[in-house]
């Protein structure tokens, strides 16, 4: 097992390749510092194109890790959810929809519906759901984050009171602000 440990640059995280004459890997380690002792963190990971490069934005992976461990523990053996999330960021590569807010409108439907109704045979339904509850998302320009502001978390994922108690805010906030980005969505829906 001969491996190449290749590194690349970067100035936010610490990126390699590792390679071994068949396969090729690459591996980025992100920096971060937790908030006392909760499951948010502070990253060198811009969350925006413009972010500082002294800035250090709050990440909550970590918290939604931990929710989607939660699902699965309880899930069914058969449970479509990650299917699911799997379809929706697959099928809007290529569209101004993020693979973020296909994740963040999966967890609250995950929030919303008992596991049990998660299984094969819901696959068609939870599929609709998901999209009915981005058209909606997309017409009312909402889309509010999972983690801050949420009361209805598993008690094994720890918030700061600040995170907790905060109003959420709103992922699709272009499209409440620019006219032209909320037609854009409306029109990227309809062709998904």
Same mark, same amino acid.
């Not at 984050?145 to 918030?159: A, K, T, Y």
């Not at 709103?170 to 620019?178: I, T, Y």
């Given at each position: 097992h001969n491996w190449h440990l290749k590194l690349l640059p970067s100035r936010r995280c610490c990126q390699f390749q590792v390679t071994n004459g068949r396969e090729s890997f690459r591996i980025e380690i992100q920096f971060g510092v937790r908030r006392g002792d909760s499951d948010i963190?502070?990253?060198?990971?811009?969350? @925006? +194109?413009?972010?500082?490069s002294t800035t250090w934005p709050e990440t909550y992976s970590v918290a939604e890790m931990k929710f989607f461990q939660h699902i699965t523990?309880? +899930?069914?053996? *058969?449970?479509?959810?990650?299917?699911?999330?799997?379809?929706?960021?697959?099928?809007?590569?290529?569209?101004?929809?993020?693979?973020?807010?296909?994740?963040t409108l999966v967890m609250h439907l995950l929030n919303a519906f008992p596991v049990s109704q998660w299984r094969r045979g819901y696959l068609l339904q939870r599929l609709l759901d998901i999209s009915d509850y981005l058209r909606l998302c997309v017409l009312t320009k909402c889309l509010k984050?999972?983690?801050?502001?949420?009361?209805?978390?598993?008690? *094994?994922?720890?918030?700061p009171p600040d995170?907790?108690?905060?109003?959420?805010?709103?992922?699709?906030?272009?499209? +409440? @602000? @620019?006219?032209a980005a909320h037609n854009q969505a409306i029109n990227e829906?309809?062709?998904l």
């Open positions: 963190f502070v990253s060198s990971q811009p969350r @925006e +194109a413009y972010t500082q523990r309880q +899930a069914p053996p *058969d449970s479509v959810h990650l299917r699911c999330l799997q379809f929706f960021t697959r099928l809007v590569l290529g569209f101004g929809f993020s693979t973020y807010s296909m994740k984050h999972f983690i801050v502001g949420n009361q209805r978390l598993p008690q *094994d994922i720890r918030l995170v907790q108690t905060a109003r959420p805010y709103n992922l699709f906030h272009r499209l +409440a @602000e @620019e006219p829906y309809r062709v």
